[in-house]
């Protein structure tokens, strides 16, 4: 099997800290990706709508908000042919078929597959290629997408992958018609309403650490901490040029206690709570932490983020991922 030019071209492009052939950096667990016809769910290629989520973990995150969430692949053939389909995913210790967390659809049809949720090693850190059986591919495009069918949280997976083996064809990433757009708003350009105790105000604009344009947040933490008559808050202003959803994601440094921490973000007056986990590994060690699912309007919209509780974090930019057109203000 050749290793296709067009793979290599087009992981190039993204900003992935993958090396496709490579190991994974920053993670809990080191992963070497040896097999070319490997697909990996971080690329900015693959299709996440819901509440499942591209993590900071290098896997598309199924939590228990996640049910009805679709996750597309679009795979381009060389030629029509077959190949053995597998995916790579987390085990979870309690028995399940595949088919009781994902509907896969193979080209708009059904794909049914016998597999079981793996169960060796250590829960959501082992992660296993699963043989789903064998699959038709088309000449040109294949979509392939996985639509997650439960919110059960004893059961839903991480998944890093999909792999072929042993096929004839060569295999790339397609062309999506779907466009992600990425916007960052940095946390230090937010309106910032502060806390002052003892003479300091808490956030206060730090600099450096290899930061997103070397500013971010400090001070978090204490203005958590030491509110009394008031919270301090984050408040920015973005342009969407149409009404939909997007993904919001926080930009930060966290600190081993801070990991389950958590604040308030109000969209337009509509307020958002996550109960999300937060991975990376000290308050430098700056990760996209998925904050949730948000709804935009058309025209003017008004981020206000609330710190109401003392967690070490340092906050440096916003991030909100969209097939809609964000710009400043
Ligand atoms: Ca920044």
Known sequence: MKYGENIIEIISKTNNVIDFKGIVIGTNVEIEYKDP???????????????????????IAMNENAKDSVITFSIYSSKETKADFYFNIASRSTPALISDILEI???????????????????????????????????????????????????????????????????????????????????????????????????????????????????????GLFATTHKATLTFKIKANKSGKAKLYFGAGVSGSAKGSSYPVKVNNQEYISTQSWAGDGWYDWKNQYYGQIQLLEGENTFVITIDKGECINLDYFLIESTLEITNI
């Open 37 to 59: 016809n490997e697909f990996l769910t971080t690329n900015d290629y693959v299709l996440v709508e819901g509440n499942a989520y591209k993590s900071s973990e290098n896997c």
């Open 105 to 223: 659809n193979v080209n708009g049809n059904k794909y049914n597959t016998e597999a079981s949720l793996p169960n060796v090693g250590q829960d959501f850190f082992t992660y296993n290629d699963v043989y789903l059986g064998e699959i038709n591919l088309v000449k040109g495009v294949n979509e392939i997408t996985f639509t997650v069918l439960t919110n059960d949280p004893s059961i839903n997976t991480n998944m890093r992958s999909i792999i072929f083996k042993n096929t004839d064809a060569e295999l790339s990433w397609a062309e999506s018609s779907v466009v992600f757009n990425k916007f960052i708003y940095e946390a230090e350009n937010t309106i910032i309403n502060t806390i002052e105790y003892d003479g300091h105000n808490y956030p206060a604009i730090s600099d450096g650490n290899s930061s997103s344009e070397e500013k971010y947040l400090g001070g978090i933490n204490d203005a």
